[in-house]
T-cell receptor, first 114, second 113 residues
């Protein structure tokens, strides 16, 4: 497809388990962003990639959260030892260039931690 | 980040124009004004952006005040599909060092049939 693809679209997990969320950006987009949106809230920035490097991880809520990007393309957001407060929609976006141009968002991965 | 102020909610009727205001009194000279919208259960989508001059595209128009301290997103004929949360965001697009969009609470637009 031509857009940003995220998987899974829905994930239900038990407290304490690890989860991986995947983002496939638009081909050729060098910048990739992860955001989180809790129920009824605005979007919270988590991390930004330029190519494979992450110059800004300032939004990651705790050391249980990590992300990587390989080949300048696919990114994985990993949450270890999930907690109920991690329940949210995790949104990925990509853009052709850093600091300019529009961001293209995926439909998100809805995470529910029981 | 320079802040924006938007009304929490607005209502419109279908096929009527909608004017969504945004105040950004602390805008700096290199801040671009970006608008995104988020339809229910979807990720945000780009609407329009501008620096000083008014901008038009197929989705909307952006009217920017001469002093740039405020702007208005104009939907010329609202449809039910335009019901969404609209975000007004400032970002310095000049040097490539300011890369992220910082989303506020936005304006929830309701369109009545």
């Amino acid at each position: 497809g031509a857009g940003v693809s995220q998987s899974p679209s829905n994930k239900v997990t038990e407290k304490g388990k690890d989860v991986e969320l995947r983002c496939d950006p638009i081909s050729g987009h060098t910048a990739l962003y992860w955001y989180r949106q809790s129920l009824g809230q605005g979007l919270e920035f988590l991390i930004y990639f330029q190519g494979n490097s992450a110059p800004d991880k300032s939004g990651l809520p705790s050391d249980r959260f990590s992300a990587e990007r390989t080949g300048g393309s696919v990114s994985t957001l990993t949450i270890q030892r999930t907690q109920q407060e991690d329940s949210a929609v995790y949104l990925c976006a990509s853009s052709f260039q850093t600091g300019t141009g529009e961001l293209f968002f995926g439909e998100g991965s809805r995470l529910t931690v029981l | 980040d320079a802040k924006t102020t938007q009304p929490n909610s607005m209502e419109s009727n279908e096929e009527e124009p909608v004017h969504l205001p945004c105040n950004h009194s602390t805008i700096s000279g290199t801040d671009y004004i970006h608008w995104y919208r988020q339809l229910p259960s979807q990720g945000p989508e780009y609407v329009i952006h501008g620096l000083t001059s008014n901008v038009n595209n197929r989705m909307a128009s952006l009217a920017i005040a001469e002093d740039r301290k405020s702007s208005t997103l104009i939907l010329h004929r609202a449809t039910l599909r335009d019901a969404a949360v609209y975000y007004c965001i400032l970002r310095d697009d000049s040097g490539g060092s300011n890369y992220k969009l910082t989303f506020g609470k936005g304006t929830l637009l309701t369109v009545n049939p």
